[in-house]
Each structure stands twice: as structure tokens, then as C-alpha cells.
């Protein structure tokens, strides 16, 4: 963990927990060196769940997510998190494949709020529960990558708590933000005291330099930008003066203009937008103009709200060179084409600046509302939706939620992790978005009835909810103009209110001022969108069983009854670090890690046996015999048979082996 002075202590924090039992919400402490504690799981392949993409159709409008290769490379687990990550970070299969690969992890554990859902439990001690985040969180730094980040879902029971752990794992440098989810789109009034409408998402990031994906514009943001003199971009008018005369003096001053050849202040109390410069280079598109020091000391100081004898001395004015009629007739000329940047409005009286369409979309904000992401009401249908006959699920997110985390936080083809499936959003919606994903959920009712299934409608096109379409978006209709200021939806709203208000009366309805104002307010929606059609598949698996019990009270490590071939090999094979070897049957080991081979037996180690494998190995090659009982003198045989060998003899030597030799 990082070192820093303030750290939170809770009681137990220096001991581990196991699951009390298997597939189950439900804790026991232990000693760190416990055997249950440090036994890795190995994974267990069930089936491989292949989607059909759906071609596309002329009846709808596809978005560029939609043309993106669904991705085929996923994994989702059953079992319980903490085994889940350390066959991540532990199983060298896994490992090279997720150790520092991570882009995003999103997680939504438990809450901790003392309450029972439908669907489990949720009533830890603070510190059971802080200590399983701690575990987990460890093993989830490790997954990251290093322009990764980690997004914390929580509401305000445990927040702050977990602020300080993450502040601990991962650095108080590396803390980014906290957002607000903005999840209740009405208040509760049954709430004894608040109704909480928020939850939080904790932001930290693997460096201190990481970066986010700026949000896509929406065509209704866009919409305002327009572009009537065909400039290289659409854009709107912005005022040419802004606020600040008494402070930027320097920024008040004439300017003449090409069109009439009067002088033209900013109002009482502004400046020019723009530096003189930028005015000056922009109001040379329109004709010639000079600096030149004016007498005009009391206008400038009526702008400032200064006497004249206080404003600023030396401010020169921007004046046509030529004669106005030459300057106005290089104006009209400039009409023709894109106007410069500074331009002049009702006839030559006032200055406008072009304000251009943004490049690179909009950065994040840290409050997101219900109505751009979605509500817990919104997830709540969207999983009902899914699943009309189950009982819904308690907890879900709202896929765009996760949308925009996921766009914030990854690109397409990286790998997004959440270890606290659910209903399984994050990977529905990494899915969508072209990511590939692992998720693992604890409890099998879970995993049997959302996250399993409701992916399998993913990949197979048979989930239309959610972020796989999206609405068409209502934008002014191509002849109108919207005042600065006024969205389509305002439009929208206020067409709606003047209808509702003329219902009654025929003489308005058909009045000519009435028809021009629906005209100037009019809007359209833009075709609904597909976003995802389909395709890709998923690796299910579960956790190998425990292969190694521990009685505290003997201080004995055994075997389980579960520990026998396939099982206890790929246990042995994950706990002392060897890679599985899939050669043809014949081939005698099982495993191997650099140039040492690993043979596994269920059964006795006689010096038989370790003559056969002795005369298998290469020179340089080194062999880990490890059985369930090694006859005397076995060791001592092996280790002169072939230098650098060893014995070791299941379970005990297990939890004490080291890749030198060496006891731990
Ligand atoms: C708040 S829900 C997650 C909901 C999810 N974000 C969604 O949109 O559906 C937490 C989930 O974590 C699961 N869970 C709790 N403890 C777990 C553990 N130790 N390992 C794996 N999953 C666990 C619960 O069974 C529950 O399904």
C-alpha cells in the first residue's frame, strides 16, 4: 500500500477473511498465512457462449459503434471475488494475460447499508467490509494498466471510508474525482429524514497523469451551431463585448464601423471580447483599419464607470484607413463570402464574434442527473424488460450509466473488469461498446438467472433495450433559426403549451402571428439509431474447488476430498506458479515454469518414479515432484539425480514453497 500519514485502522485490519462457506455473502478471520487464505483457484472452462451478429437493415440509421468488431475474447466467472483475483493475478495463464492489461475497473460491491435485498445480504461489519474492499482493491491495482482507472460505486453509508482506503491503495496523487450519480428521478417521501437521491462513484487512476475520453456532442448540442455564409465550420454569434470594462480598460475603445463610419462602444460596463489583436485582425476581413489615439477619453470613461481624468490614456481606437465609401464597399464585397471572425449586425450597429463549433467533444462534468445517464427506475425496467418473468434483480444500473464511464474510462478493444457482476451491466454495455470485458458474480441464483442470460441476449441481438438504440434526438427543423439560448426541446415544450392554450379557440388557431410563431419554433427528431447489432461470445468458467483445508486448532494443513486428479494437478500446478502443459498424452509432466517441469501424483513418490521422469529431462532442466506421500529417501534421490530438483510432498509443503528452494 502507498505510505502516507493519515490511513484509517478498523479493527482486524492487519488479518484476512475467508468466505465462511462456499457461494455465499459471508466471512470468517483469518491469519494472512492461513492455507485457505493463500490457496489459489484455478479456473474451470465450462462452455463458450458464440453471438450471431444481425446484418444491418435499410429500415434504421447505424451508428459508427455499430460497425465495430464485436469482441469474442470475454470472460465471465461464478465465484466469489477475492479467489476470482487471485487466479487473475496468480494462475500464469491468467496473469500474462491481465496483470497491467486492465484499462477500466468498474465496481458496484456491496453497499453495506445494513439492509436485506432479495438477492443478498448486505449487513457486514465496517470492518469485514473494509477489509474484503482492501483485499480485493490490492489485487485490483495490479490488474490495472497503467493509464487505467478504477471507478468506485458506492452511496453514502461507506463513501467516505472508502475514500481513505482507495487514498491508501492507490496514492492520494492518484485520486481523480468523485462524482455524483443523480439516481432518484423523484424524491421519497417515506424517508424518515432525507430522501438521497445521489450515489457516488469514486474515481482513482493507476498514474497521476492519466487521462479521460471527452464526451461525444450531441446533435442537439451541435444544433445551435450554424453556418449561414458557408464557413469552414458551423457557428454561432456571441456577443462581441463581455464583462470587465473597470478592470480591462485596455479592452474599451472605439471602433469604426465599415458600414456607417460611426464610432462603436462596447455598452456600460464591458469590454471587447477579444484582445485588440484578434479584433483588429478580424475587422480587417471587412476593410483597412488603423490604431489611432482618439480625443474620446469621456466615452471610454462612461463604459468604465470611470471620470475621465481616471481612465486609462493611451487606449487607441481601431479606424478605417480609407474613406467610408471605399471601407463600405469592400464590407458588402466581404457579405459574399465567409464572414471574418468579428462581424457587424443590424446594419453595421453592433459587433458580434463567431464562436466556432468545439473540436473533441465536451469534458466530463462531476454532477450527472438521472436524465443523461439514467435513474435506478431506468434499470429497474431495463432488467424487467430483459427478464419479464423473473423477480427483478434489486440493484442493477442503468446501462448508460455505465455508457459513459465506459467511454470516459476505455476504448474500444481494451479490457474493462467489474468483480461484482449483478445482473451483469458492465458487461452488457462493454460488450455494446466494443470492449472486452471479465466479470465475476458470487451467488449462482444470480449468475443462473441475469448474468449469464441477459449476456447471451447481448451477444445473440435479442436485447433492444438499454444503449443499443438510441432515441433520435429533436433538433430545430431545417428552415429555423432558434434564438441563442433556446434548446429544440425548449421549442418543443413551448409548441406544446401554445397548443394546448389555442385548443379552444378556432380565431387564434388560424392567426397569422400564431402560424409564424410555431414556424420559428419549429423541431424534428433525427431517425432513431442502432448502436449495437450483435456478435462476439464469451468464456463462461467457474472457481476449482478448495483443494487444501486447514485446521487452526492442529495447525494441519489437509487435503480436501475434492483433491484428486485434473483438480489436484491444476491446483498444484496454480499455487506453486507452473503454466499447465497441454502436450500429447504420452508426455510425463504436467506443468512448467521457466526451465522446471512439475509432475503431480496422487499417490506415492517412490524412487521408480523419479528415475523415469530423471530420464526425461534435457540438461538444464530441473523437476518439482510433488505427491501426496513420498516414500523415504525420495527426496535425497531426486535432488542427486537431477541438481537443483526437489520434492514437494501435498498439502504441507505447498504454502511453503519458493521458486529458490527456499522455505517461506
Ligand atoms: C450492487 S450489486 C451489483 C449490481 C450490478 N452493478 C448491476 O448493474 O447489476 C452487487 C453484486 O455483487 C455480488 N457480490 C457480493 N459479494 C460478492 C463477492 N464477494 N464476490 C462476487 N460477487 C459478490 C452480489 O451478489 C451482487 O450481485
Not at 487466479?87 to 494475460?97: G, I, N, Q, W, Y
Not at 439492509?115 to 485490483?140: C, K, P, V
Not at 487606449?315 to 469592400?330: E, Q, T
Not at 518414479?609 to 532442466?621: A, F, K, M, Q
Request: glycine share 8%; charged share 25%.
Amino acid at each position: 500500500m502507498a505510505q502516507q500519514r493519515l490511513q484509517l485502522t478498523w479493527f482486524n485490519k492487519d488479518k484476512a477473511l475467508i468466505p465462511t462457506e462456499t457461494g455465499k455473502y459471508g466471512y470468517t478471520w483469518v491469519d494472512p498465512s492461513d492455507p485457505r487464505y493463500c490457496e489459489t483457484h484455478a479456473l474451470v472452462m465450462d462452455d463458450y457462449v458464440h453471438g450471431v451478429q444481425t446484418p444491418k437493415s435499410d429500415e434504421f440509421a447505424y451508428s459508427e459503434r455499430a460497425d465495430l468488431a464485436p469482441q469474442d475474447d470475454n470472460l465471465m466467472i461464478l465465484g466469489e471475488s477475492g479467489d476470482v483475483l487471485e487466479a487473475l493475478t496468480r494462475v500464469p495463464e491468467l496473469a500474462e494475460k491481465y496483470v497491467g492489461k486492465v484499462k477500466l475497473i468498474y465496481i458496484d460491491p456491496p453497499f453495506n447499508t445494513a439492509q436485506t435485498f432479495a438477492s443478498y445480504e448486505d449487513n457486514l461489519e465496517h470492518s469485514i467490509w473494509l477489509t474484503m474492499m482492501r483485499d480485493r482493491l490490492l489485487n485490483m491495482k495490479r490488474l490495472l494498466a497503467a493509464d487505467g482507472s478504477i471507478w468506485v460505486h458506492l452511496d453514502q453509508v461507506e463513501v467516505h471510508r472508502m475514500r481513505l482506503l482507495l487514498d491508501e491503495t492507490f496514492g492520494a496523487d492518484c485520486f481523480v474525482t468523485e462524482v455524483i450519480w443523480g439516481k432518484a428521478d423523484t424524491s421519497r417521501n417515506d424517508a424518515k429524514q432525507f430522501s438521497v437521491d445521489q450515489d457516488y462513484l469514486c474515481v482513482y487512476s493507476k498514474r497521476p497523469e492519466w487521462g479521460v475520453n471527452r464526451l461525444l456532442r450531441t446533435a442537439a448540442q451541435d444544433s445551435i451551431y450554424k453556418n449561414p455564409d458557408g464557413d469552414r465550420v458551423p457557428w454561432i454569434a456571441k456577443p462581441g463585448h463581455a464583462p470587465g470594462a473597470a478592470t480591462h480598460q485596455g479592452m474599451v475603445y472605439a471602433i469604426q464601423s465599415p458600414f456607417t463610419g460611426e464610432l462603436l462602444y462596447p455598452p456600460k460596463g464591458g469590454c471587447w471580447r477579444l484582445g485588440q489583436d484578434a479584433m483588429l485582425d478580424g475587422l480587417n476581413g471587412w476593410a483597412r483599419y488603423e490604431r489611432r489615439i482618439l480625443d474620446d477619453a469621456q466615452e471610454r470613461a462612461f463604459v468604465c464607470g470611470v471620470s475621465a481624468e481616471d481612465v486609462r490614456p493611451d487606449v487607441s481606437a481601431l479606424v478605417l484607413s480609407d474613406d467610408i465609401h471605399v471601407a463600405r464597399r469592400h464590407a458588402e464585397r466581404a457579405l459574399e463570402s465567409p464572414w471574418p471572425s468579428v462581424f457587424f449586425i443590424n446594419r453595421g450597429k453592433r459587433i458580434q464574434v463567431k464562436g466556432y463549433l468545439p473540436e473533441g467533444g465536451t469534458t466530463p462534468r462531476t454532477i450527472w442527473s438521472f436524465s443523461d445517464v439514467g435513474s435506478n427506475r431506468n434499470s429497474k425496467a431495463e432488467i424487467k424488460r430483459l427478464f419479464p418473468d423473473s423477480d427483478a434483480f434489486s440493484t442493477p444500473k442503468p446501462e448508460r450509466l455505465l455508457e459513459r464511464i465506459i467511454h470516459i474510462g476505455s476504448n474500444p478493444g481494451d479490457i474493462v473488469l467489474d468483480v461484482f457482476a449483478g445482473s451483469g451491466t458492465t458487461a452488457a454495455v462493454a460488450q455494446k461498446m466494443g470492449r472486452r470485458w471479465v466479470t465475476c458474480e458470487l451467488l449462482e441464483s444470480t449468475f443462473t438467472t441475469f448474468t449469464r442470460p441477459r449476456l447471451e441476449k447481448v451477444v445473440n441481438d435479442e436485447d433492444p433495450g438499454g444503449i443499443t438504440r438510441t432515441k433520435g434526438e429533436r433538433i430545430p427543423a431545417d428552415d429555423v433559426d432558434l434564438p441563442e439560448g433556446v434548446s429544440a426541446e425548449d421549442a418543443a415544450i413551448f409548441t406544446s403549451v401554445l397548443n394546448k392554450l389555442i385548443a379552444d379557440d378556432p380565431a387564434l388557431k388560424k392567426s397569422a402571428d400564431v402560424k409564424t410563431l410555431k414556424a420559428a419554433a419549429k423541431t424534428r427528431r433525427t431517425k432513431d439509431v442502432v448502436n449495437w447489432r450483435g456478435g462476439g461470445g464469451f468464456q463462461v468458467a467457474h472457481l476449482s474447488p478448495a483443494c487444501f483445508d486447514y485446521d487452526p486448532d492442529l495447525d494441519r494443513v489437509m487435503l480436501t476430498a475434492e483433491a484428486t486428479g485434473e483438480t489436484l494437478v491444476e491446483s498444484v500446478a496454480a499455487n506453486l506458479g507452473f503454466r499447465l502443459l497441454h502436450p500429447d498424452d504420452d508426455y510425463i509432466f504436467d506443468a512448467q515454469r521457466g526451465n522446471s517441469l512439475l509432475k503431480v501424483i496422487d499417490g506415492v513418490a517412490t524412487i521408480e518414479i523419479v528415475d523415469s521422469l530423471v530420464s526425461h529431462v534435457t540438461p538444464g532442466e530441473t523437476i518439482v515432484l510433488a505427491a501426496t506421500s513420498v516414500m523415504d529417501g525420495v527426496r535425497e534421490h531426486l535432488r542427486r539425480s537431477c541438481r537443483g530438483s526437489r520434492v514437494v510432498a501435498l498439502p504441507d509443503d505447498v504454502f511453503h514453497y519458493t521458486e529458490d528452494g527456499e522455505t517461506r
